[in-house]
Nanobody, 121 residues
């Protein structure tokens, strides 16, 4: 069973920073678009940021200029650096891997277990 292992969530004050990490099996990581979604209670899951195997990135408008997504091939890990955090960033953050066309894993998305990020004074 494929597992994405997340870490780095927690409680931070407004204006602070956190870095989320997500490790994936190498065979999936290398051929996948990796990204982060978040979900607040009672709301739909929304895309925060993603990065494809060519390091092209996309961000939600609400996090542009504050969050940075990156990937480390050597560690099979994707990171989400979150700066200038706001209370509205509070949510459970989920890592995902979407194998790209041509990957042996294409056609199925993989998810992490979720990590809580709470921004509060």
């Amino acid at each position: 069973q494929v597992q994405l292992v997340e870490s780095g969530g927690g409680l931070v004050q407004p204006g602070g920073s956190l870095r989320l990490s997500c490790a994936a099996p190498g065979s999936i990581f290398s051929s996948s678009t990796m990204g982060w979604y978040r979900q607040e209670p009672g709301k739909q899951r929304e895309l925060v940021a993603r990065i494809d195997s060519g390091n092209n990135t996309n961000y939600a408008d609400s996090v542009k200029g504050r969050f940075t997504i990156s990937r480390d091939k050597a560690k099979n890990t994707v990171y989400l650096q979150m700066n200038s955090l706001k209370s509205e960033d509070t949510a459970v953050y989920y890592c995902y891997a979407q194998p790209e066309y041509g990957s042996r894993w294409f056609g199925y998305d993989y998810w992490g277990q979720g990590t809580q990020v709470t921004v509060s004074s």
